[in-house]
């Protein structure tokens, strides 16, 4: 995808932008072509002056639990978080050293949150990426006990599959029991969720699931893995208070509601 066409698709949407935390699942290492590409069937990269990008058209955070981030290695890594800090975009979901399942803190005093993400596909690197559901459970127990509201992305499932499996129903209802007050899903490509509704998160235990919520920028055009959602969430003392979905389309070079 050309640079400029990125923008236009960025740009395009930063209305849906407005409040305090804005949350990105970034595919793709910020680095060198000079970087050897992982021996895999698709191997991702972009340049690192999209985390400019990001951050120009509203984002705050991005999200870097999934299976393409590391299409380039360690070195793609640290040169993705460098890029994103120069922009001041925070990482979610990936360290170099320490745990990648701690929680990151976002929002203001009132309406803070924390940010938990983790890619749960089979032979993405633990070290480096949040990869154990086990620490994940463990950290939002904690989160629960100190009142602090934590939503977690994740990174699962199948691909092109409208309807989420019976293993990611089960694994959100512990990750709700453990604390979560709600979860945002990507890898599918397409809306995914547990009936045929679009757009209509599922409420484990009053929590709103959303399994999958499609492609904003990504080089697929097919007509189905041209829709997505955005998720408006407000927080507050703690506590999640409110929730929509704004289904999107891709239209060419900018993504409108449908």
């Not at 995808?1 to 990105?24: H, Q, Y």
Request: hydrophobic share 45%.
């Amino acid at each position: 995808m050309r640079d400029s066409s990125a923008r236009s698709l960025l740009e395009s949407t930063r209305a849906l932008r407005n409040g305090a935390v804005s949350l990105v699942n970034l595919e793709t290492p910020l680095c060198d072509p000079q970087l050897p590409p992982r021996a895999k069937k698709y191997s991702l990269r972009s340049p690192a002056g999209f985390a400019k990008d990001l951050r120009a058209a509203g984002f705050t955070h991005a999200v870097l639990a999934n299976n393409h981030v590391l299409d380039r290695g360690r070195a793609g890594l640290v040169q993705t978080l460098i890029a994103l800090k120069a922009a001041g975009v925070v990482p979610v979901g990936a360290s170099l050293s320490g745990d990648p399942c701690r929680a990151t803190m976002a929002g203001t005093s009132t309406d803070s949150v924390a940010l938990l993400a983790a890619v749960l596909l089979p032979g993405e690197d633990g070290r480096f990426l949040c990869h154990d559901e086990a620490r994940l459970v463990a950290r939002l127990k904690v989160l629960r006990r100190r009142g602090i509201a934590a939503v977690v992305t994740l990174h699962w499932g199948s691909e092109f599959d409208p309807l989420a499996s019976r293993e990611q129903m089960a694994t959100a209802a512990r990750l709700v029991r453990a604390g979560a007050v709600a979860i945002v899903g990507n890898h599918a490509h397409v809306v995914q969720g547990s009936s045929g509704r679009d757009g209509v998160p599922s409420l484990v235990s009053g929590a709103p699931v959303w399994y999958g919520i499609g492609n904003f920028l990504f080089d697929q055009w097919q007509p189905w893995t041209r829709r997505a959602l955005a998720v408006q969430m407000d927080v507050s003392d703690g506590r999640l208070v409110g929730w929509k979905s704004l289904a999107l389309r891709r239209d060419g070079p900018f993504v409108r509601p449908e």
